[in-house]
């Protein structure tokens, strides 16, 4: 597949054309393209551009409210709920965190709880954007079921990501955005094809029960990492996300793939806490500069593979992007393209 | 061993007048012991008063700080700085909830950053009582160094607690509260005991390279819950509580066993949100409700083990221990007597 490189500017622009042929006013499409794009110029492919066209297949169906009304209520001095009107989820998260960081430097620290929203992209573009202002983060979101509870043999629980980021003054902040499963259905299918066993700690097969055999784990359910703590993990999303939000939460969530014509809800959280508070600048960049050092430092098991921290790849990835235009099919752009020029 | 029951009063008093022979203030010892005494109803007796003995070594040798001045700076209205000048991890830490619970009654959403602590116990005495009066909590601590970075060859990491809670209104909070390793050193010890292999995720040898031989394993380092996922919840916990705080980080947090005359300086941090705000006692407590119904009719894999929540046996011990009291060695209540009585 041939690739295309294009400025940050230009698939901006691209990518806000496309969502307004889709029924979004250009306000919105510009600021759900931006989530966009950062995912596509820290690498995060899968979460980039290339969703514009599965949102916009559920905004044709009105799965996806095209002109939402995003309501923000503070609750609290430090708290916003936060209810997206079933739009796109990125539209709703980029207006979210703007308004929450808005709370947070007044308070020191503001939280956010947002409901009737849809998937929100990766986290990696919220935390980075907080650190850009000097806040710490805490965000995660819940999602479709794919995980069991431990010891249970139905998903009832999403692979609901959390994400934590930490300014630093260097621009290299330190982002970690993960979801909770051992690995991704996709690796599962990877070993099958190879006919290769998979660790038992992967998935489990139909009756619940861990297995080394990828085409049974693939009809069965994926595995959270470290067993009951990543099963907790992703209840305590769900619980800080979806139940408290008032969004929808666990089996509640509906399936974009088998019901995209009605509304998901999908609840977020996130907590922004602001840096500047609590030392100087200088205080705090020597801190993190000691930090990474004492990491990056660490002998390594195999010298050809330094120890990273959690964004560096990313950290890289958008410096590259910004020097020389992120790198993208070309069959993704001629799509955008044509959706953008409305055929 | 024998075990005998002692009521939650008995085991409070019992434990306040240990730590007051070893030359804390009554009102300090008291709060010290509270958080011991609740982990011990928990079923959580590593972390409860057979803690005292290790704690009182240190304040034998002014490692730990007989009679701290706690100092509790507001620096923004939902932030507040603890300094805890070295004193017993578990009285900073009820103090330092306390506070914040105030301030996060106030705003909303409040959160705490401690420096000049010590072990401060398990999480889920600080969490419960966060959800008994109605705060949904993130809690967690940076620990001496146990964990190497992902392709690291030496600890440069604490295996960092970190828990969340949830209030529920029928008293059975939901609490995850865990450790960032795979499984504890001492399953890794039962294991060489009985000549056992062990999976290659719980432990790398000394050269960093994981491995499925138990005594390797006690020569090398403990590996993270889903590897790079662990690793990085590691950092970013270390950030917050350390870094962020101002206490010490990484490999700066001494060893309390190789040198327990000098201050750890471990950093804590805990994020407060007052549910109140959100909606109705009623409401909230429906889809609590709604909730745990979803988790716990889950088919199990095996019929006589039934899925649960996090925290579910805690709740069922203190419930047991209330009603029964608390079970103990009998050879762990006569040397707390011993030492209470001056002897």
Do not use: C
């Not at 209520?73 to 308004?99: F, H, Q, S, W």
Request: aromatic content about 6%; proline content about 5%.
């Amino acid at each position: 597949m041939s690739e295309q490189r294009i400025s940050e500017t230009a698939l901006l622009a691209l990518a806000t054309r496309a969502l307004t042929a889709y029924g979004m006013p250009v306000a919105d499409a510009a600021d759900a393209a931006g989530v966009l794009v950062l995912a596509d110029m820290f690498g995060i492919h899968t979460h980039g551009v290339s969703r514009i066209e599965s949102y916009g297949e559920r905004l044709d169906l009105d799965g996806i409210n095209k002109t939402p009304r995003i309501e923000v209520t503070r609750i609290a001095p430090g708290l916003l709920m936060i209810d997206g009107d079933n739009g796109v989820g990125t539209l709703i998260g980029a207006r979210a965190l703007e308004a929450i960081m808005q709370a947070a430097r007044e308070t020191g620290i503001a939280a956010g709880f947002v409901r009737g929203s849809n998937h929100f992209g990766p986290i990696t573009p919220y935390g980075w954007r907080a650190a850009e202002a000097g806040f710490a983060s805490i965000i995660a979101s819940n999602a479709t079921t794919t995980i069991a509870p431990t010891g249970g043999k139905e998903a009832r629980l999403g692979n609901n990501p959390i994400a934590f980021s930490m300014p630093n003054a260097d621009g290299d902040h330190v982002i970690l955005d993960m979801a909770l499963s051992v690995v991704a259905r996709a690796k599962i299918r990877d070993a099958n094809k190879r006919g290769e066993k998979i660790p038992d700690t992967w998935a489990t097969d139909r009756d619940g029960f861990p297995t080394t055999d990828p085409a049974a784990a693939l009809d069965g359910i994926l595995l959270p990492i470290g067993g009951y703590k990543g099963y907790g993990l992703s209840v305590m999303v769900d619980l800080f996300a979806g139940m408290l939000s008032g969004a929808a939460f666990l089996t509640g969530v509906k399936s974009w793939v088998d019901s995209p014509e009605e509304p998901q809800n999908l609840g977020h959280f996130f907590v922004l806490i602001d840096t500047a508070r609590f030392a100087s600048a200088g205080e705090l960049a020597s801190r993190m500069a000691a930090f990474t050092d004492i990491i990056h430092s660490t002998p390594a098991a195999d010298p050809q593979r330094p120890v990273l921290l959690a964004g560096e790849n990313e950290m890289r990835s958008l410096a590259q992007a910004r020097a020389d235009g992120i790198s993208l099919p070309k069959d993704l752009i001629d799509s955008l393209e044509k959706k953008a020029a409305g055929h």
